[in-house]
């Protein structure tokens, strides 16, 4: 099942075992809090796709909120398979697709059917090429090397059906860049939500909720979350979201 440098790390508050690798990707925070903060109904007939899936964990996380068919989309060989062989672990395969290609090259028979999708997109325009990682795995997963915010917009726009619903974690300073690009591809932002490594500390996250064709009034601006205690623990929301209502931090 593991290969060399893998590792099981998990998933606690669902109890499900992800395969890492520090070497090739490791989700973090960010992944997690994005698969809490997605509204899904518990129902069997929605079309779901996580773009940008990396190695599953938020498509798996999603597999705990609704009976519906999930998709993942990796463009990353190393990281789809990563991901195809902890669905397999978790025993989900007949309710999560693991999908190893290009999110641009999404075929238009899958155009206007999607109820909800979700993205942990990369952060990092290519005019920062000076930060681009060495790693080549982490350097696509963390820059925009194969899709840009714009064309990540139009293939969400395209993909969901009216009124469906999109779900982005993203950095605070391209906040109003996204704000943009998604009214431009008529995904109207509705819910966002700030995330703080403390009270002390600006943003260092952005969640984003968007409704495809949605109306501008109801915008929701909630209150920022803040996800360490002043001696460094977890708060009790971000504790909740991490181990589950009956578990504390180890």
Known sequence: MLKENERIDYLMQ??????QSPQVFSFSLDAVLLGDFAKIRNRKDLKIIDLCSGNGAVALMLSQKTESHIYGVEIQAELADMAQRSIEMNQLSDQITMIHKDLKEIGTEHYDSVDVITCNPPYFPLEEQGQVNPNEYL?????????????????????????GKTYIVHRPDRFLELMD???????MPKRVRFIHANEKT???????EGIKNGKEAGFQMLPPLFVHEEDGSYRPEVRKVLYGEQRNEK
Do not use: C, Q, T, W
């Open 202 to 208: 600006p943003a260092n996250m952005v969640l984003i």
């Open 181 to 187: 690009v998604m009214r431009a591809h008529r995904v």
């Open 14 to 19: 669902h109890d499900l075992g992800i395969i």
């Open 139 to 163: 350097a696509i997963a963390r820059h925009e090397l194969y899709v840009n915010l714009d064309e990540l917009l139009f293939k969400i726009s395209k993909l969901l059906k009216i009124n």
